[in-house]
């Protein structure tokens, strides 16, 4: 069974902090907690400013690009090695979303400081070749602000072809 807690509240209203008291409470429950933020600067003042003050006597690790070359195999190894017992460990979004797989998962109770971002956009500069994509397109204006992307009607088929990409290319 897998619970997911959602908690939601304005900017400012104090969301790390009680993240960072739950997290700390749990911990002190003998549980393992791991705190996805998104970035490794509210790591540091999360643990700074929010897990310090509570003296936990339990260990608090933090893993992000200033504290290892090598991010994910030392989340890995952390995972792999982790001993029973509890502690808070720290991570950031980007971490979190390149962990090929979570060793002992059911050991872990995971809060994440921040939704997700679970989309990417990449741009990609073709001068030549973009007609192959945009004379397949056509704009739908749906007011003053906005438009909408559509497939013309020729070219239906083609989309699905390459949606499903059966050559795998």
Known sequence: IIMIEYFDAPAGAGKTRALSRYADFLAKMGKKVLIVQPTKVLIDNTNDHEIKPLDPDYPVTRFHGDVSDRVIVE???????????????????????????????????????????????????????????????????????????????????????????????
């Open 75 to 169: 989340i890995m190894k952390h995972f792999g090695a982790s001993k029973s017992g509890p502690e808070i460990m720290m991570i950031t979004h980007g971490a979190f979303l390149r962990i090929p797989f979570f060793t002992n998962r059911k050991n872990w109770v995971v809060i994440v400081d921040e939704t997700l971002v679970v989309d990417c956009i990449s741009e990609y500069n073709i001068p030549v070749s973009h007609r192959l994509i945009t004379d397949r397109l056509a704009v739908r204006d749906t007011g003053p602000k906005y438009a909408r992307l559509i497939c013309t009607k020729d070219s239906k088929d083609w989309w699905k072809n390459i949606a499903q990409n059966g050559s795998q290319d």
